[in-house]
């Protein structure tokens, strides 16, 4: 087990509402021991099959850019599909990472998804499209799970992830729908000053997986963020962190 502690801050403030609102991390699964293949698997392109109802998830066609391009320079996303999609939620089941600081739009028209990101594109950069359970077929509503859209400002696509599930230290509940970040940034006020600079959400079990990373040493942090700006700057909001770093790194995958 894992736990989320006060650890030392640099004010009063800040140590007393962390103190008074600690989430633990527990079973931290799986360090980076996924790979291109795991990460990306939901996005193969297939024929679908039939039946007297449909059972089937939507099948991706065609994208723009293309699966895991490099050198992307575009804002605006399109997925195509099989059939005729819809997607629920999106502002709560979609997790862009880096994190954006102006609200993207998210629609399906027809049998497309379509995404665009009104922030500027950092360069050098993997960007993460995870739409969980989001996109659903236009009657029978089944869901494509953990389905995920990666593409790269620059010549290289950071792959790495850290997956864990976020407790309640009162009751060892899952807690559901709470932000998890990363900063390489060692500074002790780093995560009230600083946007995370990637992130997840946990779902309903409690559970997140943090992708895209490169490699490299980081901190963990589970916040809830009440403006969405992905730092801790609100006496209101929860906040945790996990007393150690982590250093994903590539294991082979075992299917």
Same mark, same amino acid.
């Given at each position: ?9 640099? $004010? ?20 980076? +021991? ?9 996005? $193969? ?9 449909? !059972? ?34 999106? $502002?709560? #089941? ?17 049998? #497309?998804?379509? +995404? ?19 996109? !659903?077929? %236009? %009657? @029978?509503? $089944?869901?494509? @799970? %953990? ?17 864990? #599930? ?23 006020? +780093? ?16 559970? &997140?997986?943090?992708?895209? =990373? ?12 009440? %403006? ?12 945790? &962190? ?8 590539? =294991?082979?995958?075992?299917?």
């Amino acid at each position: 087990m894992i736990v989320f502690l006060p650890g030392e801050l640099t $004010n009063s403030f800040e140590r007393s509402t962390m103190l008074n609102k600690i989430f633990s991390f527990f079973s931290f699964l799986f360090l980076a +021991v996924t790979t291109v293949v795991v990460l990306y698997s939901c996005a $193969n392109i297939a024929a679908p099959t039939g039946g007297a109802y449909d !059972v089937d998830p939507p099948v991706v066609r065609r994208s723009t850019p293309d699966f895991n391009a490099r050198n992307s320079t575009t804002k605006r996303i399109e997925i195509e599909f099989d059939e005729n999609i819809k997607i629920k939620t999106p $502002n709560e #089941k979609v997790i862009i990472t880096p994190p954006q600081q102006s609200m993207p739009v998210i629609r399906s028209i027809g049998r #497309k998804a379509v +995404v665009e990101l009104n922030d500027e594109l950092l360069p050098n950069t993997t960007y993460t499209i995870d739409f969980t359970d989001a996109i !659903v077929d %236009n %009657n @029978e509503e $089944n869901p494509l @799970e %953990n389905f995920v859209f990666s593409f790269s400002t620059g010549d290289q696509l950071d792959t790495l992830s850290i997956s864990g #599930k976020v407790l309640s230290a009162s009751d060892l509940e899952p807690v559901t729908g709470i932000y998890v970040g990363i900063h390489s940034n060692f500074d002790d006020t +780093v995560f009230t000053r600083v946007p995370f600079e990637r992130i997840s959400r946990t779902d309903s079990r409690g559970q &997140f997986t943090v992708r895209g =990373m490169s490699p490299g040493e980081y901190r963990v942090f589970a916040l809830g963020d009440l %403006n969405r700006d992905y730092k801790y700057d609100n006496p209101q909001e929860v906040i945790a &962190f996990l007393d150690s770093t982590v250093t994903p790194s590539v =294991m082979q995958a075992v299917r």
